[in-house]
């Protein structure tokens, strides 16, 4: 039973134009969602997150969006720039229950291919 | 500033053969974590340790022993390797609680362990 689910498992998308990569969860007592990025043979990188209190958090040129009434988040990525081809993992947890603010669950990924 | 070190890179074990795989992290973080990726697949949480002399399960801890040495190092071992656990190891820390702030986890992670078990 996959609870954060990334449908799609690869997308491409021009330089300079916006990237979208979604991401559903099914487990309603998430409250706190992030987005990790990964190139080959290197550990996942922090790239942004947001808690169930706000709708939208930015930070450059990455914007996340929450729509909890319909568990769904979004990474949008403008402008989109070839060094940003990577997997991206959504994930998710209980920030505020204890024990299980500590686990994270993630998604399968989903292969972003900015094409110069 | 290291940031989350794993030791080894690489390596390959016999059916049955044992390992400790080795992290360290030097931002007096509070809580450490073990993953494993394979495939086509997310990362999958085997056990953390919320805290310096604690330990707890995850998702997948069959098969598997760690030890928290002190707050720098978390290891992971592999008491009786079975081809099911080749795969890339992931160790990761995270504030987690502590010095009056919010509740932290956004986990950094290290380069990764790559194991193969023949």
């Known amino acids: 039973d996959q609870q954060v689910k990334q449908n799609s498992p690869s997308l491409s998308v021009q330089e300079g134009r916006i990237s979208i990569l979604n991401c559903d969860y099914t487990?309603?007592?998430?409250?706190?969602f992030l987005w990790y990025k990964k190139y080959p043979a290197e550990g996942p990188t922090f790239l942004i997150s947001?808690?169930?209190?706000?709708d939208k958090n930015e930070d450059g040129r990455f914007t996340v969006f929450l729509n909890k009434s319909a568990k769904h988040l979004s990474l949008h990525i403008v402008p989109s720039q070839p060094g940003d081809s990577a997997v991206y993992f959504c994930?998710?947890?209980?920030?505020?229950?204890?024990?299980?603010?500590?686990?994270?669950?993630f998604g399968k990924g989903t292969k972003l291919s900015v094409i110069p | 500033n290291a940031g989350v070190t794993q030791t080894p890179k690489f390596q390959v074990l016999k059916t049955g053969q044992s390992m400790t795989l080795q992290c360290a992290q030097d931002?007096?973080?509070?809580?450490m974590y073990w993953y494993r990726q394979d495939p086509g697949m997310g990362l999958r949480l085997i056990y953390y340790?919320?805290?310096?002399?604690?330990?707890d399960k995850g998702e997948v801890p069959n098969g598997y022993n760690v030890s928290r040495l002190n707050k720098r190092e978390f290891s992971l071992r592999l008491e009786s390797a079975a081809p099911s656990q080749t795969s890339v190891y992931f160790c990761?820390?995270?504030?987690?609680f502590g010095g009056g702030q919010p509740f932290n986890n956004e986990q950094f992670f290290g380069p990764g362990t790559r194991l193969t078990v023949l």
């Open positions: 990761a820390s995270s504030v987690g």
């Open positions: 487990n309603s007592m998430f409250d706190y």
């Open positions: 947001i808690s169930s209190i706000k």
């Open positions: 994930a998710a947890s209980r920030a505020y229950s204890g024990a299980g603010s500590y686990q994270l669950t």
């Open positions: 931002m007096n973080h509070n809580s």
């Open positions: 340790s919320a805290s310096e002399g604690t330990t």
